[in-house]
């Protein structure tokens, strides 16, 4: 599973809100900040990469390189939107007017869950139903169970204790909002009270950094078996409200230092094939000996790796990442925004406005773009998967998940209404 990100409300990113702790002056100028949209856009793309069965690209995402993905970069990012989004419905209205505010949001993720897992599963029932392939695409998500017993799965399915596979990210999304009002509750106290909540809260899904054991907390996926929740969000809570923390202000923004730039890269880069195999495996044909003295190491770091819980080192890489990204983006995204008038300029500007635009709209995205991989999988299940082949499909689902953020903008402008 590739993230996500579970993920947020489209917002339009605040033209000074969006910088790190950037000042607050109602007089001047609003310049457009597209950091947050920009990279949560990509993340979109990277997230329809990685769902599509049997892609030759996932070869290519960010998880064949390390030890994050572009699940880190959704939850984060989702973090930060939700600090713009919610944030200021508590410091205007309050505690509870600002909970209220969250509930309803939850209220829209749980039923985009349902409504999401309900398309898929009518449209692998109506594959398998036409007799046309030779595979059922039913078994192929696992949801054998559901057809044969639905009435247990369907009262699983609302409690959230029956989280079939491939539909994780939401729920994972909807406990950590449902987290935000006691998070905001305890900066009242003081922003010492959120973080220890927030690292005792992780600690509970990774006993193992306090020397308590390899299993912690975890939530059932299925109550016939002992598969927990791919995401489980007492472990991500900790990297969306990072993002949620450097947002609203109460963290500060980290220096561009040369020293913490390279400190930043160095990890990154040696990090690779302690973290992924396909790195692992480049530098085994290159070095043998070199690969049977990093080999050990992934036993001993396969917690501190792991994806379920959020181990540390996947922390630790995805914040060294978003902070080489940060730098590379420039003071309020400034290096991202194209300059002059030159063909160059102009064909840059309109791919960023076009990234920033899925971004904007993550959360239609998301759930089109879940739908839509198994679809363009079942396209390719007709096919070779030439190079070539695999590449116009990929495109082709660039393309529609383009369209998909466009067409929900476009509605949420309400232009029916009128300007008067």
Request: with cysteine.
């Amino acid at each position: 599973m590739a993230t996500i990100t579970p993920m947020p409300k489209a917002h339009p990113v605040p033209d000074v809100a969006n910088s790190f702790n950037a000042p607050q002056n109602k007089s001047a100028p609003r310049q457009r900040d597209p950091r947050l949209d920009f990279y949560r856009g990509i993340a979109m793309f990277i997230i329809l990469v990685a769902h599509v069965p049997n892609n030759r690209w996932t070869g290519w995402i960010p998880a064949r390189f390390g030890f994050s993905d572009a699940t880190e970069i959704f939850v984060f990012c989702s973090g930060m939107a939700s600090a713009i989004a919610f944030g200021g419905s508590f410091a205007r209205k309050g505690w509870w007017l600002g909970t209220a505010r969250v509930a309803f949001r939850c209220w829209q993720v749980f039923w985009a869950h349902i409504g999401l897992f309900f398309f898929i599963a009518m449209t692998m029932a109506a594959l398998d139903l036409s007799g046309a392939f030779d595979k059922s695409y039913i078994n192929s998500l696992n949801l054998a169970r559901f057809f044969n017993d639905p009435a247990p799965q369907l009262v699983g399915l609302f409690t959230l204790s029956y989280v079939p596979n491939y539909f994780d990210i939401l729920p994972m999304y909807l406990v950590v909002l449902a987290l935000m009002p006691v998070i905001m509750g305890l900066e009242k106290i003081g922003f010492w009270a959120v973080v220890t909540f927030s690292v005792l809260v992780w600690l509970s899904a990774n006993p193992y950094m306090i020397g308590l054991g390899p299993d912690g907390l975890e939530l059932s996926a299925e109550p016939w078996s002992e598969r927990e929740w791919f995401f489980n969000p007492l472990g991500w809570q900790l990297l969306f409200f990072t993002g949620f923390a450097f947002m609203r202000g109460w963290l500060p923004k980290p220096p561009v230092a040369t020293w913490l730039i390279a400190v930043s890269a160095v990890f990154v880069i040696f990090s690779m094939p302690f973290g992924s195999w396909k790195v692992f495996l480049w530098v085994q044909a290159a070095n043998e000996d070199l690969a049977a003295a990093i080999r050990p190491t992934w036993d001993w770091t396969a917690q501190w790796r792991e994806k379920t819980d959020f181990g540390l080192l996947r922390y630790m890489h995805f914040l060294a990442l978003a902070y080489l990204g940060w730098v590379i983006a420039g003071e309020n995204g400034k290096n991202l925004i194209a300059k002059g008038h030159s063909g160059a300029a102009r064909t840059w500007s309109f791919i960023l406005g076009i990234i920033t635009k899925v971004g904007q709209q993550s959360l239609a995205v998301f759930v089109f773009s879940m739908a839509l991989a198994r679809l363009i999988g079942v396209a390719l299940d007709q096919t070779d998967r030439a190079i070539s082949t695999v590449a116009f499909a990929n495109l082709v689902g660039f393309l529609l998940i383009i369209g998909c953020a466009y067409g929900a903008a476009w509605f949420k402008s309400q232009p029916w209404r009128s300007k008067k």
